[in-house]
């Protein structure tokens, strides 16, 4: 084993990583808003992977910048949507309720994509095809650069939106203690439904990233136990967890794929998932105490 | 609506279907109906065991099929590739797939969150690449042919019609245990820990034990279900046992309603059938059960269970209402 | 009478916040004793450090001669620890008599298959818990109510069921969180000779409470915190006067809740 493969390896990894922060941060912020976790997080992601893949770029010709835009703005519309039809009529009912209405939202999305998009997987070149960058021995497919690039920006982005605007703090302010929010009069509604929307584009970037590494088909939506995996792995409802989870899992990912099996790879992540649950649940960054009854 | 009158509707729903697919073959004369109807029977079972989990217990899961699956290879694998005695090699099924409840349970249920739906999801993947990855075992997508049909007291289940009655009368037995363990000390400390996870401790009932008790019970009667499923078509292979298929468990019981033994047999046999004469629309019919689903968690979270009692607790209101009446008439 | 809670430096620490430190306790087998103190002084942490709702930060906790410190909630219910809920945990999906009858759960003998497979001796467990939900709910005035779904009884109803329920358990010591909020005076009236008869049965209470009426009138000893320590602690007449409590209530809450139950 050369240092120039185990260089390679780990950017991919971190790049599969990035994608599985991006999705592990869609479920954190929904689950500290209004405590559930959305089941179709993982369906969110495949719809935005072939509203890029299938449509805007095969067909219509959109350019990535065009299609990244066109993805955000629709996945703002869908997310609040989803929040009015699966949360909004059961905020009141046991959460188990909400999570079925997610899970069958999922199904539903799932089994509409074949009959939207047909049942072939889909792919498509992404702004770089399959070019690569060399450095020395090390050779790097530019889209897996891109998919890091992108997310450390995307990360940089929320940290600004959740720290310096005053919807961002409200949202926090929401998240934190919700009965005391609607007493200081923010209209939580208003923010649980942005929470949604912010949770949908960070799974439809997700899902235009991850378009052109892989086919695009129904079978993505396995990227959504993935990101689940991760923020247990970082620590569920930590926010910093959700993202040293998410590259944690993924550079793991590819390592046990390249070195050990790339077809037992998801039965050995889902077996560290199990690990992790047995000997530390409360994940690498939360706290002893952090279950909260 | 008193508990007594609550098991009055019960037993009357679970006669009523029962009856009904005890009466069912002498209408069906060709084959396809025929299994149709198997599988309704096979369907309850598997829908029965998702009650003690998610009924019960109120813990979403989302992998029965991949329990199933489980069980129908252990079974299968047991009976055609080392020549187990088909009850034997039933019995065999049960304990492998406990095993595996425990082994995925455990770690999942001792938590208070509600893991065990996403634990579940992947789950489901994983078995199913499993199954279909390792071919030297498993057989990999060509499956296992050739599985036997059991026999007893010299009968000879080869006859789908001998089949279904066995199946039928199983099914009869697994609903009494059912309800027998609903209204035992064990049902009533499920529903507290479910009602209320931190208060049931308080009352001193260790709810992981609760909650991985129900999942075993899950465990065990998905892979009674999935042994039949394997006697039955005599061939099992990984597309058998698809997340889409978990999927129409947890239908099934939403439709006949959460929580109820009853229920379950009576959505499952409801809508092995319905989906039977939606299979035309294909893709459809998971997407206009999944808009469903969410359409009944909304306005009648107990399902077709719900819309009976508040039919009966109407009735029982107007016949006192009426009765008042003629009292005061006299 | 000998000592049944022994509770030795309990401190307990949320993420940097210190709700107990240093606690001690020591509650005499029989007795009816009261903590009181001002809002988030520590009492409901300390009930759930007790029976187990998490572990301490530090100390020891000893029930019965035996040391608890480390046991899960379940484990000490077992050993005779019981308690409600400052705001009420019924459930929703039971009707009175199934609360009482869940609670016996932990007390059943006959196992699995006695149980769940048609038995003599499980039928007759059965029927031995049922005749005694229908003593307990008698004794505590809710017989009448055994079918109701605990939904629909009225709350004052609800918080002497949550006390009914905690003693289906067949406690050495309950531990009742505020069981007197929101009830009327005539209630607590009703709650006062319910606790007194619950102390006839020889069963110990721990009673936290803010109705300064009931704790003078029912308690033998008070034990008084504030900001996680125990600043007092003595009979009530000695409670009444102490200059510290008045201080930690800034002088107002207490004072004006003593004028009342001094009327």
Excluded at chain 1, 244 to 261: N, Q, R, W, Y
Excluded at chain 2, 220 to 228: C, K, R
Aim: one cysteine or more; a positive charge; charged letters at 15%.
């Amino acid at each position: 084993m050369n240092v120039a493969v185990l260089v390679q390896q780990l950017i991919n990894g971190l790049a599969m990583g990035c994608i599985y922060s991006l999705v592990a941060l869609g479920y954190t912020f929904i689950w500290n808003a209004v405590g559930i976790v959305n089941l179709a997080q993982g369906d969110f992601v495949t719809m935005a992977a072939f509203l890029y893949a299938a449509t805007l770029s095969n067909k219509l010709g959109f350019g990535f910048g065009l299609s990244l835009l066109g993805v955000a703005a629709f996945m703002s519309v869908f997310g609040m949507g989803a929040e009015r039809v699966v949360y909004s009529p059961l905020k009141d009912a046991h959460p188990r309720a909400v999570m079925l209405s997610t899970m069958a939202l999922g199904i539903f999305l799932s089994n509409l994509y074949i009959i939207v998009w047909g049942p072939y997987p889909v792919t498509t070149a992404g702004p770089f095809g399959q070019g690569v960058i060399h450095f020395g021995e090390v050779s790097i497919l530019k889209q897996n650069l891109f998919v890091i690039v992108i997310t450390g920006i995307l990360l940089i982005l929320q940290w600004l939106f959740f720290r310096r605007t005053t919807l961002g703090k409200t949202m926090r302010a929401v998240a934190q203690d919700r009965e005391a929010a609607t007493l200081m009069g923010i209209e939580t509604h208003r923010t649980i439904a942005i929470t949604f929307a912010n949770s949908s584009i960070l799974a439809g970037i997700a899902g235009i990233l991850l378009a052109p590494l892989f086919m695009v088909s129904v079978d993505l939506g396995m990227v959504g136990s993935k990101g689940f995996a991760s923020c247990v792995i970082g620590g569920f409802g930590s926010i910093i967890g959700a993202t040293v989870g998410g590259i944690l899992l993924g550079t793991i990912e590819i390592f046990v794929a390249s070195f050990l099996s790339s077809r037992y790879k998801d039965a050995i992540v889902f077996l560290i998932l199990i690990f992790f649950l047995l000997v530390r649940p409360q994940g690498i960054l939360g706290k002893k105490a952090g279950e909260s009854l | 609506m008193t508990e007594a009158r609550k098991r009055e509707l019960e037993r009357t729903v679970s006669i009523i279907v029962f009856v009904l697919l005890t009466l069912a073959p002498i209408f069906v004369r060709s084959q396809y109906p025929f299994f149709v109807l198997c599988l309704a029977v096979i369907n309850g079972i598997a829908v029965m065991g998702l009650n003690f989990i998610f009924g019960f217990a109120g813990q979403l899961h989302m992998g029965v099929a991949a329990f199933l699956g489980i069980g129908s290879y252990a079974f299968s694998l047991a009976a055609v590739k080392y020549g187990w005695n088909w009850w034997a090699a039933a019995i065999l099924s049960i304990i492998v797939v406990g095993i595996f409840s425990l082994f995925l349970g455990f770690p999942t249920l001792r938590l208070k969150r509600y893991y065990l739906a996403i634990m579940t999801i992947g789950f489901q993947e994983i078995t199913r690449s499993v199954l279909m990855n390792w071919s030297s075992f498993t057989g990999g997508v060509f499956g296992i042919q050739n599985i036997p049909r059991p026999s007893l007291f010299g009968l000879q289940f080869t006859d789908n019609r001998l089949f279904y009655y066995l199946a039928l009368i199983l099914s009869i037995l697994l609903y009494l245990l059912a309800i027998r363990i609903e209204r035992s000390r064990f049902g009533r400390a499920l529903r507290a820990v479910r009602d209320d996870e931190l208060a049931a401790e308080a009352m001193g009932m260790n709810s992981t034990f609760l909650k991985v008790f129900a999942f075993i019970w899950c465990g065990a009667y998905s892979a009674v279900a999935g042994t039949l499923y394997a006697s039955f078509q005599q061939y099992v292979s990984p597309e058998l046992y698809t997340s889409a298929y978990s999927f129409s468990f947890v239908s099934m019981l939403v439709f006949g309603g959460i929580g109820s033994v009853p229920g379950a047999v009576l959505g499952a046999t409801a809508l092995t059938v319905l989906m039977e004469l939606l299979r035309f629309m294909k893709q459809w019919y998971l997407v206009i059960y999944a808009a469903a689903i969410i359409v009944i968690i909304v306005y009648e979270p107990y399902g077709l269970m719900g819309i009976l009692t508040r039919m009966r607790t109407k009735r029982l209101a107007a016949a006192e209402l009426s009765e008042g009446a003629r009292d005061a008439s006299l | 009478m000998g000592t049944i809670l022994e509770v030795s430096r309990v401190s307990k620490n949320f993420e940097g916040v210190q709700a107990l430190t240093n606690l001690d306790l020591s509650v005499s087998e029989g007795e009816i004793r009261a903590i009181i103190g001002p809002n988030g002084s520590g009492k409901t942490t300390l009930i759930n450090v007790i029976t187990g709702i998490f572990p301490p930060s530090s100390g020891r906790i000893i029930f019965n001669g035996e040391d608890v410190t480390n046991f899960p909630a379940h484990h000490r219910v077992r050993r005779g620890m019981a308690r409600t809920f400052q705001n009420l945990r019924l459930f929703p999906t039971m009707s009175v008599i199934e609360h009482i009858l869940a609670a016996q759960y932990i007390h059943a003998k006959v196992g699995l298959f006695g149980t769940i497979l048609p038995s003599k001796e499980g039928s007759l467990e059965e029927a031995q818990m049922y005749e005694r939900a229908m003593e307990i709910l008698s004794f505590v005035d809710l017989a009448d109510r055994a079918a109701m779904p605990a939904v629909s009884l009225p709350y004052g109803q609800r918080r002497v069921l949550e006390i009914a329920r905690a003693l289906a358990a067949d406690p050495k010591i309950v531990f009742l969180d505020e069981p007197a909020a929101g009830l009327s005076a005539d209630e607590i009236n009703s709650l006062e000779k319910l606790l007194r008869r619950i102390q006839e049965r020889g069963i110990t209470i721990c009673l936290v409470e803010h109705r300064m009426m009931l704790v003078m009138s029912v308690a033998e000893k008070i034990t008084v915190l504030n900001y996680g320590e125990k600043i007092a602690e003595g009979p009530p007449e000695k409670i009444k006067d102490d200059p510290e409590v008045i201080e930690a209530y800034l002088g107002r809450e207490l004072a004006s809740e003593l004028d009342k139950s001094g009327e």
